[in-house]
């Protein structure tokens, strides 16, 4: 009777706003169907006009379980937008049961013959897909649509999952004219709220107000937050970004603690400390993996030749031999799925296999290593007051010897010791290691402390009798460009690359060789001949000093920028041009010696000109001192790579005399 009384109080307190809240909507009219572009984006195939989501908590067969409504109103603008006629309702599965879906309806507006046509759909309507093991799809998709359509949709779902309460986006692939949300936290439930996104809001509020009941006298109040977005411009994937997700403007709810009504709190968010330790003690696919098969570690060690061999060069022999043995799968995955005598067995696995296997073997043979946890790039940034073992995808390996502490990877076999894959340079990394009494967990920087190198030298041989630009080149290559060009190659072939080291141009290459394709820990080098014809304006001849150059554009095109330009590594480059001019031509015109330089942005570019008896050498410098720049600071970053490429990208002009 207790826990029924208590109930049947929070029922009373814990009612919906009602559905009708949701739909008060200007009735849609022809001309409403006659728009056919976005004013927020002439390019967006459709748009959102109208999202409104409103989320709060009532009982449900004597359990508290949160509700979430949301009514949407968008328009189809063109053909390519039809995709966006698909009505998804997703529905969570899992112990405690599955997603209630109380209510339903969907209606499209189409203009026919001048008149309005409106098709209504409910819930019976709906077919399911299984995405994953615990999320179905619930689905429609609108025939009747064409350029010009809007179509509204309302749904009421009830979910014994308070864990994580829905996230809310104010921000989609299409613009959004208005977006709504509303939520009513339960008392006995403390979440943490979190805003993300670059844009600030229309409304922003929270207040309390009365629940409506009490509990042996005493009333409650529910914690209120409000966001309204207005003339949202779409979440789109730009370059040199991580991901859209870190940046779209959402609302995000993490469950902290809660407690029951008749007494006792339970704790849900502990500290890194308290995840680190049930990681390795409680987590059997993590820390059971990584203490289980010491005899199958044992077998791999013993077929190995580490006799009197320093920490170092241990460390190098079992990478090598865990990336030419072993074969990723290509799954990024935080935790093992399969036994380590499974992995050594099958020699497969994913990331957490392969790399928690590598950690094992460190460990045995003595030499000191934790696990890394990361999120990658295209996983989004880790949000450090989450304490969450779902904040992370992937796992690396940190060695500690007595050449200092570096990270080590072995999904990828072209991969050299102390540089992470490209899809791991997201932020900071977390030391899987048992913390201390009375010390903190530790977090280590991903992205790279040596610069990607890249320096070309050529030696142009003009001869305008044959109407001919002959050149000897040689690129050398370090970091990821390498590792780029290494994995093309052995892939594809040499020729995979001919367009690359080319830089796009027009010209015939031949005598193409590489050096130092299989040792990693040196610098890839190519070299090559190459012919093309000359560019001639009358009796000119027009010489583009670095016609291999990577910056023949600026690809920071946009006038503004919401998001940080983020490259994931440092970046040095170095090019040398040579020639002689031939006979029967003069200088008309030289570049002049500049440099350019952002201190604050550690930015810097140098472009020397020297002509001495007839040879002129061009020698240019680029360097960028850091991995990721806010958007205050686009513009100053902008002008940067303008200013950049126009100087590259100036001629030399000769004239016949």
């Known amino acids: 009777m207790r826990a029924l009384f208590f109930l049947t109080l929070c029922a009373f307190g814990l009612t919906s706003l009602g559905q009708s809240e949701l739909n008060k909507m200007p009735r849609v009219s022809s001309s409403d169907l006659s728009v056919f572009h976005s004013e927020l984006d002439s390019s967006a195939e459709a748009q959102i006009i109208s999202d409104i989501g409103y989320t709060y908590f009532w009982v449900n067969d004597e359990q508290i379980e949160n509700v979430f409504e949301k009514t ?14 698909t009505v998804t309702v997703p529905i969570h599965r899992g112990t405690y049961g599955v997603d209630d879906l109380i209510e339903f309806t969907a209606t499209s507006y189409t ?8 098709q209504t759909v409910d819930k019976k309507a709906l077919h399911s897909e299984d995405v994953t093991e615990h999320w179905d799809f619930l689905k429609y998709t609108f025939s009747n649509i064409k350029e010009g359509s809007i179509i509204e949709y309302s749904f009421k779902v009830s979910s014994p999952y308070n864990l994580n309460l829905s996230t809310w986006y104010f921000q989609h692939e299409i613009p959004v004219i208005q977006s709504k949300y509303r939520i009513e936290i339960c008392p006995y439930y403390n979440y943490m709220v979190l805003s993300k996104g670059f844009m600030e809001y229309d409304h922003d509020s929270t207040y309390m107000r009365p629940m409506g009941f009490a509990i042996k006298g005493k009333s409650h109040q529910t914690k209120v937050y409000e966001w309204t977005l207005n003339n949202v411009p779409p979440i789109k994937n730009e370059r040199f970004i991580t991901t859209a997700t870190d940046y779209r403007m959402k609302a995000m709810f993490q469950l902290i603690s809660y407690q029951l009504y008749y007494g006792g709190r339970f704790t849900v968010m502990t500290t890194w400390e308290q995840l680190i330790d049930e990681i ?12 289980q ?4 570690v044992d077998g791999v060690l013993q077929s190995l030749d580490l006799d009197e061999k320093t920490n170092p060069e241990k460390v190098a022999i079992i990478v090598n031999h865990v990336k030419q043995n072993y074969y990723w799968t290509g799954k990024n995955e935080k935790l ?6 499974e992995v050594i067995k099958s020699k497969a696995g994913n990331s957490a296999e392969i790399n928690l296997l590598l950690h094992s073997l460190f460990t045995q043979a003595g030499i000191e290593s934790s696990p890394m946890l990361i999120s990658t790039r295209d996983y989004g940034k880790v949000d450090y007051n989450y304490p969450f073992i779902n ?16 990270y080590v990877d072995a ?11 490209p899809r791991c340079i997201n932020g900071f990394a977390l030391q899987v290691k048992d913390v201390e009494k009375d010390s903190s967990a530790q977090f280590y920087p991903l992205n790279p402390s040596v610069a990607n190198l890249i320096s070309t030298t050529q030696a142009f041989k003009l001869l305008p009798e044959e109407n001919m630009l002959k050149a000897n080149v040689k690129i050398i290559l370090d970091g990821y460009d390498a590792l780029s060009y290494r994995t093309s190659i052995k892939k594809n072939g040499l020729q995979s690359v001919y367009s690359d080291i080319s830089g796009g141009s027009p010209m015939e290459l031949s005598n193409v060789e590489v050096e130092n394709l299989d040792n990693l820990e040196k610098p890839l080098i190519l070299k090559y001949s190459s012919k093309k014809s000359l560019d001639k304006i009358g009796n000119k001849l027009l010489i583009a000093p670095f016609p291999t150059n990577r910056h023949k554009e600026n690809y920071l095109k946009k006038p503004t920028r919401l998001y940080p330009v983020d490259y994931g590594f440092l970046q040095e480059e170095e090019m040398i041009f040579t020639f002689h001019i031939p006979e029967g031509y003069e200088l008309e015109h030289l570049p002049v010696s500049d440099a350019f330089q952002v201190p604050e942005l550690a930015l810097y570019y140098s472009y020397r000109v020297n002509h001495t008896s007839g040879t002129i050498q061009v020698m240019a410098t680029i360097k960028r001192g850091k991995t990721s720049f806010e958007p205050e600071s686009y513009q100053a970053l902008k002008r940067f790579y303008d200013h950049l490429v126009k100087k590259l990208n100036e001629s030399i002009v000769l004239k016949k005399v």
């Not at 013959?113 to 409106?118: D, F, I, L, S, T």
């Not at 093992?336 to 005598?341: G, I, P």
């Not at 904040?391 to 570096?406: C, K, L, Q, R």
């Open 72 to 85: 949407t109103r968008l328009q189809i603008l063109n053909n390519n937008g039809y995709g966006y006629a």
């Open 111 to 118: 203009l026919e013959n001048g008149e309005v046509v409106k």
């Open 280 to 291: 390795l003690h409680d987590q059997s696919y993590f820390g059971g993996y990584i203490f």
């Open 293 to 296: 098969g010491k005899k199958a």
């Open 336 to 341: 093992a799925s399969k036994s380590k005598k």
């Open 391 to 406: 904040m992370f995808n992937y796992v690396a390996v940190m060695v500690f010897d007595e050449t200092g502490n570096y």
């Open 411 to 421: 999904t990828d076999p072209n991969l050299p010791l102390g540089l992470l894959p």
